[in-house]
């Protein structure tokens, strides 16, 4: 434990670093070797799937969705943001939307061939996900993640992995045939929603470790909690519901196309 976590009474150092003071935040980037090295990894093995896909039709716009997510994912996980998660849930929530609503889209139109087959069960995909995303703002998986790198990278995989096989449902081609997606995507829109509320209307702090590292940046700890619910509920849910709405226009456009080549 570092000097700064035992003097602010922190139980633990979180994997992304002691709560930062926001005069020292932009000096916290996350320079672990092992997650720099994934990150270089990930840029090679796409390269290499990109050569041996063979295909350059529309390689720009794969690549440029990978580098994206790539740097997406970096900003999230490198940057000083990291650092800040550790003080503040409100940045965590955003740490998870970053990762789930731009980084997962993103990495599956990169991917090349896709997006292609459809997921055949879109309903289970995004109640997988929606499940990941309530489980990990609970405050016992919550405050297990801060406490455990392994239980972290667990809350961290889940989401993106989740977020990348829902998203594939939307996105695939042979999914605008079919409107399950969109209603399944309507799904986890709502109930993101619900978790919202509970954290925006909780009557007291659901996040111990929190108790005293929001004041620096000028945040109860309950308005930090509450701050978290309403990025959750704006951007968060209003993100799948327009992803959904928009699933639901490309089913009903084939649907209509499909109904008059039957009448031609």
């Not at 993103?106 to 069960?121: C, E, F, S, Y």
């Not at 590292?213 to 309403?230: C, R, V, Y």
């Amino acid at each position: 434990m570092t000097p700064s976590a035992q003097a602010a009474g922190l139980p633990f150092v979180p994997y992304c670093g002691a709560p930062p003071l926001p005069e020292g935040l932009w000096q916290a980037w996350n320079w672990d070797p092992v997650l720099l090295a994934a990150f270089a990894a990930a840029a090679v093995a796409y390269a290499g799937i990109e050569v041996r896909h063979g295909r350059t039709d529309g390689r720009w716009q794969r690549v440029s969705c990978f580098s994206g997510a790539w740097l997406v994912l970096f900003a999230a996980l490198v940057s000083p943001f990291c650092n800040l998660t550790s003080a503040l849930f409100s940045a965590r929530v955003a740490q998870h939307l970053l990762m789930i609503q731009l980084a997962a889209p993103l990495l599956v139109l990169a991917w090349p061939g896709a997006p292609g087959r459809a997921v055949k069960h879109p309903e289970v995909a995004w109640i997988l996900h929606g499940v990941a995303i309530w489980t990990w703002h609970l405050p016992g998986p919550y405050m297990a993640a801060l406490a455990d790198s392994t239980v972290l990278w667990a809350m961290h995989l889940s989401m993106l992995a989740t977020a990348v096989v829902a998203w594939r449902t939307l996105l695939c081609s042979e999914g605008a045939a079919s409107g399950r997606p969109a209603f399944a995507a309507f799904g986890t829109s709502m109930h993101l929603v619900l978790l919202s509320f509970l954290l925006v209307f909780a009557r007291g702090t659901l996040f111990p470790y929190h108790l005293t590292t929001t004041q620096p940046w000028g945040l109860s700890p309950l308005e930090d909690q509450q701050l978290g619910g309403l990025i959750m509920w704006l951007p968060g849910g209003l993100a799948y519901l327009a992803a959904a709405l928009w699933a639901m226009a490309r089913w009903l456009s084939a649907s209509g196309r499909s109904r008059m080549a039957e009448h031609t």
